[in-house]
């Protein structure tokens, strides 16, 4: 069983992850200027609850791709400091993932706020 300190510590330690995270990594910086202007336009437009829903849900997704991709880019760069294909390819194949969860989510704010912004302009 696992005591109620472990998963205080476990917690912690997640914490600590995304607080490094957002401290190194320039890219963290911009996603969440992002997704905090996201967020006030989804407020401004008053979105439905399954906008919200999609919103909060395409934020989470790209700042998990990138969070995920920093990790692998650390860690391939501890296992192999120098240059290695295999390793660029993988490192390759991480941006690639976030690039895919940037543009749908992109996509997906595009297709809820677009229309909204020109029903408040006519």
Known sequence: ???SQSRIASFQNAL???AVFFKSQTNAKIELVAALLVI????Y???SVIEWCL???AIAIVLMAEIFN????LLSDVVSPEHDERIKRIKDM???GV???ASGSALLAALIFVPKCINSCF
């Open 1 to 3: 069983m696992v005591s």
């Open 16 to 18: 600590n992850g995304i």
């Open 40 to 43: 006030l336009f989804g407020f």
């Open 45 to 47: 437009f008053d979105v």
């Open 55 to 57: 919103l909060i849900g």
């Open 70 to 73: 920093s990790s692998i880019e």
């Open 94 to 96: 991480a941006a690639g």
């Open 99 to 101: 690039l895919i969860a």
